[in-house]
């Protein structure tokens, strides 16, 4: 008897270690079902499409500064995704909750919260492709990017207007006239003005680094003159034969210090223009005036694409020191003054 209550004894420890270590796997198993009901809970949200239609296409727009909740409620706004306290968990466990990308982007059918969020982080927004004609000055290429892209128009005349803007871009002058290279570029919605600034000036140093490659030795001018002679030919003509001609027409009138008498440069230096320059605007003598000043303006008068810069940088070899329009497009080269007169009298009296 004595030896049963002894097996007794220890045996009843045993059967309290085995329920306890039932009771452990019993929690870990509920644990690791609750977990697995969260995680495909939380997986089937991830992964599951939208509630865009198939067919439908849709563009939504994040402005800058939003929230994880403020673009959450506008994506389910417009039904790509659904309303979730999934959507802010998944931003944080993919690592994007701050790094959605402001812009305007474009969604086609249905797509998963982890699809829409990939695209806010990589910042896959929908390019504008503008284009940027030959000729235009800073408030007309303002007047352009406000239309096509809605920059700030008055923020970016003060950036290609403001001196410290200016030095930092390397440059120096009053504004970044004539360094905002005419080209079709692909802007996003909003598109940040010193961007748009600096895209254009480095487009501009490119073209004008291959013009230089292209030439036999050093250029006799400054790359500030031939900027500014450049603006002064793209506005004289449009015809890209005559460039080369126009350009040798201004050059040699420089070499002989004579005015260059420049109608376009006069119309840029007036604060108001109605489209009729009168004798008077002739005499008035501002720094863009070349009937008043000798030597160049002070500076571009519009921003000169390449085949202006390069007529400036390879003139024609013309001793033409007078050119009138013939009305249609052209122009009539003279050597002298009674030449000039007779061309003048014929076309425009």
Same mark, same amino acid.
């Given at each position: 008897?004595?030896?049963?209550?002894?097996?007794s004894?220890?045996?009843?420890? *045993?059967?309290?270690?085995?329920?306890w270590?039932?009771?452990?796997?019993?929690?870990?198993?509920?644990? $690791?079902?609750?977990?697995?009901?969260?995680?495909?809970?939380?997986?089937?949200?991830?992964?599951?499409?939208?509630? =865009?239609a198939?067919?439908?296409?849709?563009?939504?727009?994040?402005p800058?500064?939003?929230? !994880?909740g403020v673009?959450?409620?506008?994506?389910?706004?417009?039904? $790509?995704?659904?309303?979730?306290?999934?959507?802010?968990? !998944?931003?944080r %466990?993919?690592?994007?909750?701050?790094?959605?990308?402001? @812009? +305007?982007?474009?969604?086609?059918?249905p797509?998963?919260?982890?699809?829409?969020?990939?695209?806010?982080?990589? /910042?896959? #927004?929908?390019?504008h492709?503008?284009?940027?004609?030959?000729? #235009?000055n800073?408030?007309?290429?303002?007047?352009i990017?406000?239309?096509?892209?809605?920059?700030?128009?008055?923020?970016?005349?003060d950036?290609?207007?403001?001196?410290?803007?200016?030095? %930092?871009t /390397?440059?120096? /002058?009053?504004? !970044?006239? @004539?360094?905002?290279?005419?080209?079709?570029?692909?802007?996003?919605?909003?598109?940040? +003005? @010193?961007?748009?600034i600096?895209?254009?000036?480095?487009?501009?140093?490119?073209?004008?680094d291959?013009? =230089?490659?292209? !030439?036999?030795?050093?250029?006799?001018?400054?790359?500030?003159? #031939?900027?500014?002679?450049?603006?002064?030919?793209?506005?004289?003509?449009?015809?890209?034969?005559?460039?080369?001609?126009?350009?040798?027409?201004? =050059?040699?009138?420089?070499?002989?210090?004579?005015?260059?008498?420049?109608?376009?440069?006069?119309?840029?230096?007036?604060?108001?223009?109605d489209?009729?320059?009168?004798?008077?605007?002739?005499?008035?003598?501002?720094p863009?005036?070349?009937?008043? *000043?000798? @030597?160049?303006p002070?500076g571009?008068?519009?921003?000169?694409?390449?085949?202006?810069?390069?007529?400036v940088?390879?003139?024609?070899? +013309?001793?033409?020191?007078?050119f009138?329009?013939r009305?249609?497009?052209?122009?009539?080269?003279?050597?002298?003054?009674?030449?000039?007169?007779?061309?003048?009298? *014929?076309?425009?009296?």
């Open positions: 008897m004595e030896e049963n209550n002894e097996s004894v220890i045996q009843e420890p *045993r059967k309290k270690t085995v329920k270590l039932w009771w452990i796997i019993y929690a870990v198993a509920v644990q $690791i079902v609750v977990f697995l009901a969260v995680y495909f809970w939380f997986l089937n949200y991830a992964d599951s499409p939208g509630p =865009l198939f067919e439908q296409k849709t563009k939504v727009v994040i800058p500064g939003s929230s !994880l673009i959450q409620q506008l994506l389910a706004e417009q039904k $790509i995704v659904n309303p979730d306290m999934r959507f802010d968990l !998944l931003a %466990k993919m690592g994007v909750d701050q790094q959605l990308r402001a @812009g +305007e982007y474009f969604f086609s059918g797509v998963s919260p982890r699809q829409v969020l990939a695209k806010l982080a990589k /910042g896959d #927004v929908i390019l492709p503008v284009t940027i004609p030959e000729g #235009v800073i408030y007309q290429l303002a007047d990017l406000t239309e096509k892209c809605q920059v700030d128009r008055r923020h970016f005349l950036l290609v207007t403001d001196p410290d803007f200016i030095k %930092k /390397g440059m120096a /002058g009053e504004s !970044l006239e @004539g360094y905002l290279f005419p080209d079709t570029y692909h802007f996003v919605h909003s598109q940040d +003005e @010193g961007k748009i600096k895209m254009m000036m480095d487009r501009f140093s490119q073209v004008y291959e013009l =230089l490659a292209a !030439l036999p030795g050093a250029p006799s001018m400054t790359r500030h003159q #031939v900027v500014i002679l450049a603006s002064i030919v793209e506005k004289e003509t449009g015809m890209a034969k005559e460039r080369p001609v126009i350009a040798a027409v201004f =050059l040699n009138r420089l070499r002989k210090k004579m005015f260059l008498q420049a109608d376009p440069t006069v119309i840029y230096g007036l604060k108001k223009f489209g009729n320059l009168t004798r008077r605007d002739l005499r008035n003598p501002t863009y005036n070349t009937y008043q *000043r000798k @030597g160049l002070a571009p008068i519009c921003n000169p694409g390449r085949e202006a810069l390069a007529a940088l390879h003139p024609a070899e +013309e001793d033409y020191l007078y009138v329009s009305n249609d497009g052209s122009h009539y080269f003279s050597k002298s003054l009674t030449e000039h007169n007779r061309a003048v009298y *014929r076309f425009q009296k």
